[in-house]
């Protein structure tokens, strides 16, 4: 996806702004989501009594700028499909704040979301379940049409059939049921039903993780060529790091429910800050034989993501992360932009100067997850963190909050003691 | 696992006063809304006011429906004395009622019929049970084989031929024609042989519909397991098949089947009342049914609780049975 | 075991049969064909690769390809207990430590299975039966190939747990597969699979449903324990970058048929199959600078009922018409080799394939 007519990330005024001009200009912002919650109840016992709940989204911020694409990575349970349903309202939020156009959508009916529904539309992961067998694919891509009462020019059956050529079918197979056809064809078929009443925002989740490899590549194609047809604006859901860094502009980063990281794809890639897309990126397998044997630079993250109904205190990471200190323990690190696009919440960050300095011993978990890092990774991360603090020591960049150093130091003080 | 069997205990208690009182209300209330007069339907048709006004002093039937209902539950565990004037009947606990019409208390009947119901519920179940499942694993295992057509077919007829037509068939044959059997019932502490004897035939007929039902559920869910996953895995191991199908297989095939029997068993002992009927055994099937035929309601709520208690016991038994079976259901 | 003595080509060569393998596993000219209302289902159609113990055999290929049919063929798993389902048709020669198990006696094979070869599945809470605990399973598959008691072999169950990296094994022991997590579940998979100490360990899409912090767990476990076990070990897999983690050698499957085959470097880095460098050009690559566009293979895969005639991969094929006289139509090609101990089945000389790969496909990826 490298239009250049694409936004580039630069900020604009215009967030928020209730301009409700038809199409929103390349840049400026189209979606825009605070404080995002989504709490599924844990109810239990004959009173269905509430004993707990899963903290599937535990408050998220985000923009999406009209005609960018935004990656959403993170490993299973990380929320991030449950992102997707509630930026599509497809679910309620239970607390936050959704902004479509300038317009808050988080609470509307059925009813107050239905002209919403031809600006936003969803595409599914699996092409097998999410279309109707008993139906024809000439009804299903038409369905929306009939659902908002549109009739477009020419007849419903040419413009589903001119839709089905857009996404590579051929038109003829319009009275073909959803068997007759493979899973990457079903893929495209979903993709045309969603693209239907010329929707504005495409919330994709997982669209290629049921294809195979080479049927992958034609879908992730097409999803690029209609973006710069028609000037689509994509949230794409993956757990495939290399799709979404072929897909995204922007990219953000999961973890138990929080974003953790939300960067240029470049800047991302490149330099990742956070410890846990650090991991992420260097546990995908590179298929190229001849690094086989230079794995130093592998991080094993130790065990299991732990239980989004009762997470983590502090950085929800700190329990299977090598930096981890005290204040990770204690202090939940917030969402913050430590370098133009590239927002962080990490108290100790890789490649940039350490956010939490004088807090410098490890927690015990830390000392045993970093066994499974290797000196190689360790240095060369100490390094560049001292590198950069010099750098920007130079700059205004630093203002370290007083308040906080001093609790940190305090936590720091304590889990030395717990480590005698 | 104790956690679990106390939670299923303590909602079927809950369950039980539930139904109580739900059988209670159609069988007093739902007349009254109707405007039934229940007092003259003890009596009888023609009925002298008097009399009328009698039974329903000493039912009770002119007080408020919660003291009704009190009385009622009171009666279960201390007995209950009805007076009116100087008629007086006494009905010892547990005291499910008192029937006007053949003039004995309900619980007498009830333990008199029950036994001879469970034995045909019981017997039959361990005959289809074992024919039934017999028949599904040979059939999944065999499956597109003349064997398993065949044994499909029996089952499909199983299932299709009401009681009444194989048992008067079995009858028939069996013990009016070839006169193997004497068709009369002999209760159990009087002659094993006897009660055997008298119980075999009943017992196929109703398997014979019920080993049908579990053909075919066992043969579905056999050959679903057969298809998963963890069979292959077994199979991996280099385990011998008949462990992976006595083994690994049926455990899974169990669970369906179990609950099945579950509801089965408790709607039997409720009353097979066709093959009581049928076969003329005095069970609770055959005493419900002449209750409905003389309007006896006491002995119809006394049965109708019996059945429902007999549903209870038997779902908790299936469900700690399941629980045993399926480890995940242990979390619920 | 029964001894053929048939006169055959020389080794290496996709058919043909020879009598004495000596390689630890061979597979000639395997078929496995299912009868179907539709038609036969050609979902392995003469198979042919060695394997050396101590060694990884990569299979790469997309779904339908055979990969997964290949594995449960060298398993016996298509004759074991399929109830009157149509039997499949399996042809060829499998040749494990010198026994032949397509001939050999079915008891015998079972007896194979589990202890000389063992497998672990693509998806284990499926794979695993929910009502045994994990050590319940663990044990049953020492037991069947070691008479010992049950004491004896759930300290063995233990001490595998310990090994595969389950924290307090002693006590997870007794848990069941719902109460671990997905990637602990695939380690109690591999404890179980590695029981008895197989020679030959088929891993079908291990890390698939793992998620990738996890499979790198897996992967790194797989590849310590085939080191310390010394086993063979053959990958099947739709991701390269797997294949590219623990093979040796690669085998890429299309249509029932192997159409490259040879050393990871070689497949990798010296392609000579135009299916292959569809996979490769088809894959976004973290490890690379952002490509423009991906290269993907056009339509879709092929049934296996109609393969299409001449080489299978001729209708998604960009370089179909670069031989002459339409014989990628109405030729099936077969392996030749292209390198030492790397063979590809194409119709096109190994010069245009080599000017091709060098001046088209490699600079773009």
Request: proline share 6%.
């Amino acid at each position: 996806m490298t239009t250049p007519a694409k936004g580039d990330g630069t900020e604009t005024s215009a967030a928020g702004a209730a301009t409700l001009t038809k199409d929103a200009a390349a840049g400026e912002t189209l979606l825009k989501v605070t404080g995002l919650q989504k709490h599924f109840p844990i109810k239990k016992g004959l009173l269905q009594r509430q004993v707990g709940a899963v903290r599937a989204v535990d408050g998220i911020d985000f923009e999406v700028k009209a005609g960018e694409t935004l990656g959403v990575v993170g490993e299973s349970g990380c929320g991030k499909s449950t992102m997707g349903r509630l930026i599509t309202r497809l679910l309620e939020p239970t607390a936050g704040k959704v902004e479509f156009e300038g317009k808050d959508i988080t609470h509307l009916g059925v009813s107050g979301m239905r002209p919403l529904r031809r600006d936003v539309q969803m595409i599914f992961q699996d092409p097998y379940s999410s279309l109707n067998p008993r139906h024809t694919i000439g009804t299903i891509v038409g369905a929306p049409f009939r659902l908002q009462g549109v009739e477009p020019a020419g007849g419903i059956k040419k413009e589903v059939q001119r839709l089905l050529e857009v996404v590579g079918l051929n038109p003829e197979h319009y009275n073909r049921y959803p068997h007759e056809f493979s899973g990457g064809q079903r893929q495209r078929i979903g993709i045309a039903r969603a693209l239907a009443l010329n929707p504005k925002l495409v919330v994709a989740d997982e669209p290629v993780s049921a294809l195979d490899v080479s049927i992958q590549a034609q879908v992730v194609n097409l999803l690029d060529d209609l973006q710069q047809e028609l000037g689509l604006t994509y949230v794409i859901i993956a757990h495939d790091l290399s799709v979404v860094r072929h897909v995204s502009d922007r990219i953000a980063v999961m973890y138990l429910g929080k974003i953790v990281e939300l960067a240029d794809r470049e800047s991302l890639y490149r330099a990742p800050m956070h410890p846990y897309t650090k991991a992420l990126m260097s546990a995908v397998p590179i298929p190229d034989p001849r690094r086989k044997h230079a794995k130093s630079e592998r991080i094993l993250l130790k065990g299991d993501v732990p239980s989004p109904i009762s997470p983590p205190s502090g950085c929800r990471f700190h329990t299977r992360c090598w930096k981890a200190t005290e204040i990770c323990r204690t202090t939940e690190p917030p969402l913050i932009e430590l370098r133009p696009a590239q927002q962080v919440a990490c108290h100790h960050p890789e490649n940039f100067e350490d956010q939490a300095p004088q807090d410098t011993v490890l927690l015990t978990a830390a000392k045993e997850a970093s066994a499974f890092v290797a000196d190689e990774v360790l240095a060369a991360s100490a390094q560049t963190s001292v590198a950069v603090a010099a750098e920007a020591n130079g700059s205004t960049e630093v203002e370290a909050d007083a308040d906080a150093d001093a609790d940190a130091d305090a936590d720091g003080q304590e889990s030395t003691d717990r480590q005698k | 696992m104790l956690a679990y069997l106390i939670r299923r205990l303590f909602a079927a208690a809950v369950m039980l006063v539930v139904i109580i009182l739900v059988v209670f209300g159609i069988f007093f209330l739902v007349p009254k809304w109707a405007g039934v007069d229940i007092a003259s339907s003890f009596v009888g048709k023609q009925a002298d006011p008097a009399a009328v006004e009698a039974v329903r002093q000493k039912l009770g039937l002119s007080d408020p429906i919660y003291a009704q209902v009190w009385e009622f539950f009171k009666g279960i565990f201390a007995g209950r004395t009805y007076a009116a004037g100087g008629d007086v009947t006494h009905c010892s606990a547990p005291c499910f009622g008192y029937s006007f019409r053949s003039e004995q208390a309900i619980w007498p009947v009830l333990t008199d019929r029950f036994p001879v119901t469970l034995g045909l519920a019981l017997g039959a179940a361990v005959l289809w049970l074992i024919f039934g499942i017999a028949a599904g694993v040979l059939s999944a295992l065999k499956r597109g084989s003349i064997w398993d057509r065949g044994a499909m077919v029996v089952a499909l007829s199983g299932v299709s031929l009401p009681i009444y037509f194989t048992g008067l068939l079995s009858l028939s044959v069996f013990v009016f024609g070839l006169g193997w059997f004497d068709g009369q019932y002999t209760p159990l502490e009087e002659s094993f042989t006897g009660w055997f004897g008298g119980m075999i035939l009943p017992w196929i007929t109703l398997a014979f519909l019920y080993a049908a039902m579990y053909a075919r559920i066992t043969r579905a869910t056999m050959l679903e397991i057969l298809g998963e996953d963890y069979i292959r895995t077994a199979r991996a191991k280099g385990l011998k098949e008949q462990t992976v199908i006595g083994k690994h297989a049926m455990r899974s095939t169990m669970t369906p089947i179990l609950t099945m029997l579950g509801m089965d068993l408790g709607a039997l002992i409720g009353g097979a009342i066709l093959t009581e009927t049928t076969f003329n055994l005095p069970g609770l099937g055959q005493a419900v049914l002449n209750a409905i035929k003389n309007q006896d309601l006491p002995v119809i709520l006394g049965v109708t609780l019996i059945t429902s208690l007999a549903v209870l016991i038997a779902n908790l038994v299936v469900d700690v049975l399941y629980a045993v079976i399926d480890p995940r259901v242990r979390l619920a | 075991m029964t001894e053929l003595s048939k006169t055959g080509a020389a080794l290496g060569e996709p058919t043909g049969t020879s009598p004495a393998p000596t390689s630890f596993l061979e597979v000639r000219d395997l078929k496995v064909h299912f009868p179907t209302d539709d038609g036969l289902v050609k979902s392995v159609d003469g198979l042919s690769f060695q394997l050396e113990k101590g060694k990884t055999l990569g299979i790469v290929g997309e779904s339908g390809s055979g990969k997964s049919v290949t594995s449960l063929g060298i398993m016996g798993l298509h004759t074991a207990g399929q109830y009157g389902k149509r039997k499949a048709q399996i042809s060829g020669e499998i040749w494990l430590n010198g026994t032949e198990l397509l001939s050999a006696d079915p008891d015998h094979v079972r007896k194979l299975r589990g202890r000389d070869m063992a497998m672990i599945f693509q998806d284990p809470l499926s794979a695993l039966h929910p009502y045994y605990t994990i050590g319940h399973q663990i044990v049953e598959a020492y037991r069947i190939h070691h008479k010992v008691d049950k004491k004896t072999a759930k300290r063995r169950a233990v001490e595998m747990l310990d090994r595969v990296g389950i924290p307090q094994p002693d006590k997870r022991v007794d848990s069941y597969p719902h109460e671990f997590s997905g990637g602990m579940r695939q380690r109690a998979m591999i404890a179980m699979s590695l029981v008895n100490n197989p020679e030959l360990l088929i891993a079908d899409e291990p890390t698939t449903a793992l998620d990738v912090t996890v499979q790198a767990q897996i992967l790194d476990l797989i590849r310590d324990l085939q080191k310390e076990f010394g086993s063979a070990v053959i990958i099947i897999t739709h991701d390269l970058g797997v294949v590219a983690e623990l093979a040796d050698d690669i085998l890429v499957m299309y249509g029932g048929r192997c159409v490259e085959r040879g050393p990871a470097e070689k497949v990798f880095y010296e392609p000579r199959h135009p299916y292959t460098w569809g996979l490769l050009g088809s894959m976004p690559r973290l490890d690379r600078e952002q490509q423009e566009r991906l290269i993907p293979v056009k339509g879709s895969p092929p049934s296996l009922i109609n393969v299409p005639s001449g080489c299978a991969f001729n209708p998604r094929c960009p370089y179909a018409d670069v031989p002459k006289d339409n014989v990628t139509r109405t030729v099936r090609p077969e392996l030749s080799e292209v390198g030492s101990r790397h063979w590809a089945a194409c119709h096109m000389t190994q010069e245009q394939r080599e000017r091709i790969w060098t001046e088209e496909i490699a600079p773009k990826l």
